[in-house]
């Protein structure tokens, strides 16, 4: 890959290989990163850095494909420990080394696992209407009534 920046006269791989501390194991991406992923801009285009590190060091990535991390360091960038799969298997790898944010441990949960198994208690018929259960806990009306079909927060039993 010999991509040259529009902005300036360095070749990509001058660019990367400045942003980058080899140790016996990782290669640590020191420049910006989203979410612990390093980025870089090639001709004005935010690229993963552990995707420039795979075309610059094995080739160029099939489109289907996704460059995923067999040491979950987000911000590594060493080819060794990169390897080419798609969305199935990086959710498959997610989920079996236990990375998988579900419930409580998402961030974006507004729930409780105790909340989540109230509202499947609260049937038709007992008198709460399901608007009134998702008002009372602040999330939207389809949501309520995902969890309560058991299509959302499908890890928790009822």
């Known amino acids: 890959m010999r991509v040259y920046f529009h902005d300036s006269n360095s ?3 001058t ?7 080899k140790t016996r194991k990782c290669w640590f991406w020191t420049g910006v990163t989203t979410f612990g992923y390093g ?5 004005g285009k935010q690229c993963k850095a552990h995707r420039v590190s795979w075309e610059l060091n094995v080739g160029p990535i ?8 067999k040491c ?3 911000n590594c960038v060493n080819p ?9 298997i990086n959710n498959q790898d997610c989920k079996s080394k236990g990375r998988n944010n579900v419930g409580e441990i998402n ?4 729930l409780t696992t105790t909340q989540v198994i109230q509202i499947r208690q609260w049937r038709r018929g007992c008198g709460i209407l399901l608007k009134d259960l998702a008002t009372q806990f602040g999330i939207q009306y389809w949501t309520a009534y995902m969890i309560r079909k058991g299509e ?4 928790v039993a009822s």
């Not at 660019?15 to 501390?21: H, S, T």
């Not at 060794?80 to 199935?88: I, M, P, R, S």
């Not at 961030?107 to 507004?110: D, L």
């Not at 959302?152 to 890890?155: G, I």
Request: no cysteine.
């Open 11 to 13: 070749s990509v791989e």
């Open 15 to 21: 660019r990367f290989w400045r942003r980058v501390v």
């Open 39 to 43: 980025k870089i801009v090639i001709q």
């Open 62 to 69: 099939p489109k289907d494909k996704w460059v995923l991390h």
């Open 72 to 74: 979950d360091v987000r």
């Open 80 to 88: 060794d420990h990169l390897f080419l799969g798609n969305a199935l």
């Open 107 to 110: 961030g974006n949960a507004k």
């Open 152 to 155: 959302a927060w499908k890890h």
